[in-house]
């Protein structure tokens, strides 16, 4: 505590000062830097035994008669063993938790300050989505200080044995919303949404009650006739369908190139790193399939429309991924395919059918390295030798 005794300054010296400080005594100082004044109380934390400085406010708000009364309460609180600016947040987090910031609210937030970070364009509104269909009608107007354990239980326990992997993310979802909330004051205590040594012991784990579903994939016997019946037709969605097969990449991959990312003459199409699942950059040797694809959808070309490779029906916008299941379901003759399910028709040609390394294979589908050693051994991207394997596998689907 200040040795200077409380109540030393005038009104008159306080209006006068200038520039520096000056002590009003119990720990109150005013301090000014130009046409700047403010009131600071400073201290020696009963709780951590260092110096602390406390904002009051500035002179032109909190008169000298309101600061010393502040400074009053700072003295009787540093008396009961507390500490002033940890008593102030304190009561600043209770505030705002009696103002009721509801759940869906604080979702609302957390989503619209995350999505610049987001590698997915399209997250936001995946988020949104299933918690408006799922969270909100249960914890939506609910306060987000009083979300309990039988709340989140109540959201997940009608789908979590149906729709497991749905549940699991939802539920990670609301876990992350309810630690920015307590990070912000607006709650306390513990997660109700955290699996680790508590949802674990009331739920059976994710991986016990859901079935592994694989993406129904065209035979390997099949992809010629599939491909031939697919350029046969004059749209734009066969056309993408046959280019994703013949590059062995995601559909979303090809439903958003551009022009500017694809080089005609080194036949290399190279997709940024931020429209890739695993984050980085990969290119994709062109056989002469893919090219032969790119020079049909060339004449097409809108630079003024988003240059996109294969444009959708409305101008600037890519195909879907539901035009792009229907021009495969048309051309295989069945609906029990997916476009995904043509990388797995790739990787098992490539497994049965040829001699390539398993690297190779793995590293045309961009699939992220699980094994950290072979991650730091493998510097390049094996380009010339998956050059030479897509031609293969384009002849392959060409027979």
Same mark, same amino acid.
């Given at each position: 505590m ?15 000062l200038?520039d ?7 720990g ?20 951590t035994?260092k110096r602390r400085?406390m904002?009051?406010?500035s ?15 700072a003295?009787?609180?540093m008396?009961d ?12 987090a ?5 103002t009721g910031?509801?759940?869906?609210e ?5 989503i ?13 509104t ?6 408006k ?7 939506g107007?609910k306060?987000v200080?009083?979300?309990?354990t039988?709340?989140?239980?109540s ?7 149906t ?7 939802l ?8 630690d920015y ?10 997660n109700?949404?955290r699996w680790?040594?508590?949802?674990a ?10 079935k592994v579903?694989?993406h129904a994939?065209? *035979? @390997?016997?099949?992809i010629?006739?599939?491909? /031939? ?7 734009m %969605? $066969?056309?993408?369908?046959r280019?994703?097969?013949?590059t ?19 036949q290399?199409w ?15 040797p ?16 809108d ?7 294969f ?17 495969l ?12 399910g043509?990388r ?9 059918e040829?001699?390539? *390394? @398993? ?5 045309a589908? /961009?699939h992220a ?5 072979? %991650? $730091? ?5 094996l380009?010339?030798?998956?050059r030479?394997m897509?031609?293969a596998w ?5 027979i």
């Amino acid at each position: 505590m200040s040795r200077v005794s409380p109540h030393q300054l005038t009104a008159r010296q306080v209006s006068a000062l200038k520039d520096g400080s000056l002590a009003d005594g119990g720990g109150l100082w005013l301090v000014a830097q130009g046409e700047a004044k403010s009131w600071y109380f400073r201290f020696t934390s009963p709780v951590t035994g260092k110096r602390r400085e406390m904002g009051i406010g500035s002179v032109a708000n909190i008169t000298l008669a309101d600061a010393r009364r502040r400074a009053t309460e700072a003295r009787h609180q540093m008396a009961d063993g507390l500490d002033p600016i940890d008593e102030r947040r304190r009561q600043k987090a209770q505030d705002r938790k009696e103002t009721g910031i509801t759940f869906a609210e604080v979702a609302q937030r957390y989503i619209k300050e995350m999505t610049p970070g987001w590698r997915d364009p399209r997250a936001a509104t995946i988020w949104t989505s299933s918690l408006k269909r799922l969270a909100f009608p249960i914890i939506g107007a609910k306060s987000v200080a009083e979300v309990e354990t039988e709340d989140v239980l109540s959201i997940l326990r009608p789908i979590w044995q149906t729709t497991t992997e749905t549940a699991d993310r939802l539920r990670g979802r609301i876990e992350r919303i309810l630690d920015y909330a307590r990070t912000h004051g607006w709650r306390d205590g513990e997660n109700p949404a955290r699996w680790r040594g508590h949802l674990a012991n009331i739920l059976p784990k994710p991986s016990a009650v859901t079935k592994v579903r694989h993406h129904a994939a065209v *035979p @390997r016997k099949d992809i010629a006739r599939v491909m /031939a019946r697919l350029a046969e037709s004059e749209g734009m %969605a $066969a056309k993408a369908v046959r280019f994703t097969c013949l590059t062995a990449v995601r559909s979303g991959e090809v439903r958003h190139a551009t022009w500017l990312e694809i080089d005609m003459a080194a036949q290399i199409w190279t997709i940024p790193a931020e429209r890739m699942k695993t984050g980085k950059e990969h290119r994709v040797p062109l056989s002469e399939g893919a090219m032969t694809v790119l020079h049909e959808v060339l004449p097409l070309r809108d630079q003024r429309a988003g240059d996109l490779v294969f444009p959708g029906a409305k101008r600037g916008r890519p195909l879907s991924d539901v035009a792009l299941s229907k021009a495969l379901h048309l051309a295989a003759g069945t609906k029990d395919v997916t476009v995904h399910g043509l990388r797995s028709t790739f990787r098992d040609w490539a497994a049965e059918e040829t001699d390539y *390394p @398993r690297e190779v294979a793995e590293m045309a589908l /961009a699939h992220a390295i699980s094994d950290k050693v072979e %991650a $730091a051994y493998r510097r390049g991207d094996l380009f010339d030798k998956r050059r030479e394997m897509m031609e293969a596998w384009h002849k392959n689907t060409n027979i």
